[in-house]
């Protein structure tokens, strides 16, 4: 689920497209790497369509913003499994030893208002409550006082929901994200919640620009008529 080409909600294993594509999947990416001799963290992208084909598009050479969902669904500490390969060490597991067990979504906290096309939102944070629980793993460094600059990035934490299955991360990604509290800061913690509760987010049958027909088929019929 994204807005602007940018990311708000990510999970593993994608709801969008059966076993055997995402096997493909991860046999290109792995031919890929191979193929130029690659040996480091790295995140090969690909766009799948209605048919289940998918395109490259591009690999980035660095531990992804949503490494997360990757490690819970897989049980691989991907940092550490970094740092040492930059140590000269070598990998802790081998392709064939990767299997995925549960489902994991990761939901992007932004200081943002989705209510006001997403302006940024910085300032200072006067309050924080961080939801916890079995399944649950928030990232973040925002404290009660922190001072959020208007310079950067405007993500202030990764909330990320595992489970057995898909019900039950989105469950409990629901309730963590309605305990989640960051005040002081306008957020996109609002949005989620609505989204969690989406027909087609439900279902799983969603595209790359489903977030951005929806927020304007509804401010659409907010305008008041000429």
Known sequence: MQRRRQKL?????????????????????????????????????????????????????????????????????????????????????????????????EFRVNAEDPENDFFPSPGEVTAVE????????VDTAVFAGYEIPPFYDSMVGKLIAYGTDRDEALARGRRALEEYRLEGIKTTIPLHLRLIDDEAFLSGEYDTGYLERLLGEEGSSQREPL
């Open 9 to 105: 909600i990510e999970e593993a294993p994608s709801p969008g497209i059966n076993p055997e594509t995402r096997e493909e999947i991860t046999q290109a990416a792995v031919r890929l790497a191979e193929s130029a001799e690659y040996a480091n963290a790295g995140t090969v992208e690909f766009l799948a369509d209605e048919d289940e084909s998918f395109y490259f598009i591009e690999m980035n050479t660095r531990i992804q913003v949503e490494h997360p969902i990757t490690e819970m669904v897989t049980g691989v500490d991907l940092v550490k499994e970094q740092l040492k390969v930059a140590g000269g060490e070598g990998l802790s597991v081998g392709q064939h030893e990767i299997s995925l067990a549960g489902h994991a979504i």
């Open 130 to 137: 961080v939801p916890g629980g079995p399944g649950i793993r």
